[in-house]
């Protein structure tokens, strides 16, 4: 209830600070969300995106999905990620 009524704000990303990439693969769906620590070493968030499967990737396996969230998280943040070092967890 707390987290729900306190949304995480988004930050614009600071140049000097690695990106960290968090992507997940379920059955159904691809979530990603680029992140970085700010300087209190506390880490914000930049950018959600998501997407439901289509049904050819359903029948993917779990290491296949969980490439693909990591394509798609690449394809759509690409301007994020030209000149800065990112993580991928």
Do not use: G, W
Request: a positive charge.
């Amino acid at each position: 209830k707390r987290f729900l009524l306190s949304p995480p704000t988004l930050m614009p990303p600071k140049l000097d600070h690695p990106l960290i990439l968090y992507s997940r693969a379920t059955n159904v769906s691809l979530a990603c969300m680029l992140a970085q620590e700010d300087d209190n070493k506390r880490e914000r968030v930049i950018y959600f995106i998501s997407r439901t499967l289509l049904d050819y990737e359903t029948r993917y396996t779990q290491a296949e999905r969980e490439c693909l969230a990591i394509v798609f998280a690449t394809k759509r943040l690409r301007h994020y990620m030209l000149n800065q070092e990112t993580k991928v967890m």
